[in-house]
C-alpha cells in the first residue's frame, strides 16, 4: 500500500517493521475525536483564507461519510496505514480526491494525535464521573439502610472500639469524593488544545487556534508548540487518578473478602454478584471483590509504564509517545468496568447486624470508654488505662469480659468504680458518646451523610 508519506523512500517496508509501528489496533477507538478535530481544522483552514471553501464542504462531508462507514461497520482498518489518523485520511483521499489532500495543511500527526487524545481522555473523564458518582450514591444508600448497626472497628485488624457500620461505609464516600475531585483535575489538565503546534515549531500558515479551541470546546490553548506535542501529564494525572481511585477500591474489596467469610460471617453478597467453585459444591466466592483488588495492580502498573516511557524522552514527539495508548485506554475499561460492577455489588450486599454485634459483646472493644470513665471521675488518663489494662488482664483469666465483672469486682481495681459503671461501658454508650466532630455517634454519621448528600446534590 503507498504510504501518505513515501516520497522519499526507494523500498517498502518491511511488512513486519509495518506491524511492529502499526497503532491502528487500539487507536482506532479515536476515530470520533479524529473526525471531530479534523472538521474543526478544515473549517479553520476555510476561515482562514488556507484553503477554499469548497474544498473544506468536499472534506467535511467526506468525514462525515467515513464517520458513518465507520459506526456501520463498514471501514475497513489497515495495517499498512499505521495509524487512525492516516486510515482516515488516506480514505477521504479516495473518496473526494484533491481536496482531501489539502486536510494536512498546517496539522501533523504529532498535534492531531494529541489533539485526539485529549479530546478522548475529557469525554471519557465525563463517563467516569457518572460512574463514579453512581458508586457514591450506592456507598451512601449502603451507609443508610442500616443506620443502627454496630459493629467492630479496627486497628491492625484488631478489634479496637465500637462504630456503626454506617460510619465505615462513609469513610469510603469521603475517599471516593477525594477521587471525584481529582478526576475533575485531570479534566482541566485535558482541557488545552494542541492543534496548530505542527510537527513540533508552529506553522507558517495564518492560522486560527482559537477557532478550533472554540469550535471543539476547549477552555484553553497550549501556550508552547513543543510542549503541545510532548505533553502527556494528562494522560498521567489520569493514571494517578485511577491509581488511587483503584487503590481505594481495592482496601473496600479487601474488607468485603474478610467481612463475608465464614469466619467473619459480617455480611453477605447476593448471590447474583458471587460465583462457585468447578469442584468444591458448597463454595460462594466474593469474586468481584477479588478481581477488583486484582486489577488495581495492573492499574498501578500502568501508571508506572508511562511514567517510566516519558522520563528519558528529548522534545519535542518521539515515537515512544505512541505508547501512551494502549495503558490509557485498559485503565479507563477496567476503571469503567469496576465502578458499575462495584456498584452492583454494594446494592446488593446485606449485613449481618446481629453478628457485627454478637463479636462486639466477646471483645474488649470498650477498654477506651471505661479509662474515659475514670478520667471523667478525676483519674488521669495515663492511670486510668493502667487500671483498665489490669482488669482486662484479670478478665482474660477468668474467661469474662467487662461487662460481666460484679461492682466489687471493678471496685478491687479502683474505688472511683460505682453502680454506673455498667452503662457507660454498653456499646451503645461507646458510640453515642463519641459525638467528636467526625466521630462515630449517630448524630455525627447523620451529618456526615447530609453533608455527603448535599455534596452530591451539587454535583
Ligand atoms: N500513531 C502515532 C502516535 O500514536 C501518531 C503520531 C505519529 N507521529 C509521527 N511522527 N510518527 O503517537
Not at 107 to 130: F, G, P
Not at 195 to 210: C, K, S, V
Not at 268 to 295: F, W, Y
Not at 340 to 367: C, E, H, P
Request: hydrophobic content about 45%.
Amino acid at each position: 500500500m503507498s504510504k501518505l508519506w513515501g516520497g522519499r523512500f526507494a523500498k517498502n517496508t518491511d511488512v513486519m517493521v509495518e506491524e511492529f509501528t502499526s497503532s491502528i489496533s487500539f487507536d482506532s477507538r479515536l476515530y470520533r475525536q479524529d473526525i471531530a478535530g479534523s472538521i474543526a481544522h478544515a473549517k479553520m483552514l476555510a476561515q482562514c483564507g488556507i484553503i477554499s471553501q469548497e474544498d473544506a464542504t468536499l472534506i467535511i462531508d467526506g468525514l462525515n461519510g467515513i464517520l458513518a462507514d465507520i459506526e456501520a461497520g463498514k471501514f475497513s482498518f489497515e495495517v499498512a496505514l499505521e495509524d487512525i489518523h492516516m486510515n482516515i485520511e488516506k480514505r477521504l483521499t479516495e473518496r473526494i480526491g484533491a481536496a482531501g489532500g489539502r486536510l494536512h495543511t498546517a496539522r501533523s500527526r504529532n498535534d492531531q494525535v494529541a489533539l485526539d487524545t485529549h479530546m478522548y481522555v475529557r469525554e471519557q473523564v465525563a463517563e467516569i464521573a457518572k460512574l463514579l458518582f453512581d458508586l457514591e450514591q450506592a456507598v451512601i444508600d449502603t451507609a443508610e439502610r442500616y443506620p443502627d448497626v454496630i459493629m467492630p472497628g479496627y486497628t491492625h485488624l484488631q478489634r479496637a472500639q465500637p462504630i456503626l457500620f454506617a460510619h465505615h461505609m462513609m469513610a469510603y464516600f469521603f475517599m471516593f469524593e477525594r477521587d471525584f475531585r481529582r478526576l475533575s483535575g485531570v479534566w482541566e489538565s485535558a482541557d488545552i488544545m494542541p492543534l496548530g503546534a505542527g510537527a513540533l515549531a508552529g506553522t507558517t500558515f495564518p492560522i486560527d487556534r482559537e477557532f478550533v479551541a472554540r469550535e471543539l470546546k476547549f477552555s484553553r490553548i497550549y501556550e508552547n508548540s513543543l510542549d503541545a506535542v510532548s505533553d502527556r501529564d494528562y494522560i498521567l494525572e489520569f493514571l494517578s487518578f485511577a491509581s488511587i481511585l483503584m487503590m481505594h477500591l481495592s482496601r473496600l474489596s479487601e474488607e468485603i473478602i474478610l467481612w463475608s467469610s465464614t469466619e467473619f460471617s459480617f455480611i453477605e453478597l447476593d448471590d447474583a454478584h458471587c460465583t462457585g467453585s468447578s469442584i468444591m459444591p458448597q463454595k460462594k466466592n466474593p469474586d468481584v471483590a477479588e478481581l477488583v483488588r486484582g486489577k488495581a495492580g495492573r492499574v498501578f502498573g500502568h501508571l508506572m509504564a508511562m511514567l517510566t516511557v516519558a522520563k528519558g524522552l528529548p522534545l519535542a514527539y518521539n515515537k515512544d509517545l505512541q505508547e501512551d495508548k494502549e495503558g490509557l485506554f485498559d485503565t479507563i475499561d477496567t476503571v469503567k468496568f469496576s465502578l458499575t460492577v462495584y456498584a452492583a455489588m454494594l446494592r446488593g450486599m446485606r449485613v449481618n447486624g446481629g453478628i457485627m454485634r454478637q463479636a462486639l459483646k466477646t471483645d474488649f472493644s470498650n477498654a477506651t470508654d471505661m479509662a474515659d470513665y475514670l478520667v471523667k471521675k478525676g483519674l488521669p488518663f495515663r492511670q486510668a488505662h493502667e487500671v483498665v489494662g489490669k482488669c482486662v488482664a484479670y478478665c482474660l483469666g477468668k474467661q469474662k469480659t467487662l461487662t460481666d465483672l460484679t461492682l466489687q469486682e471493678f471496685q478491687q481495681f479502683s474505688p472511683l468504680f460505682a453502680s454506673d459503671i455498667l452503662d457507660a461501658i454498653t456499646v451503645e454508650t461507646c458510640v453515642a458518646s463519641r459525638n467528636s466532630l467526625g466521630g462515630t455517634s449517630p448524630i455525627q454519621v447523620g451529618q456526615a451523610v447530609t453533608v455527603a448528600r448535599s455534596i452530591m446534590d451539587k454535583q
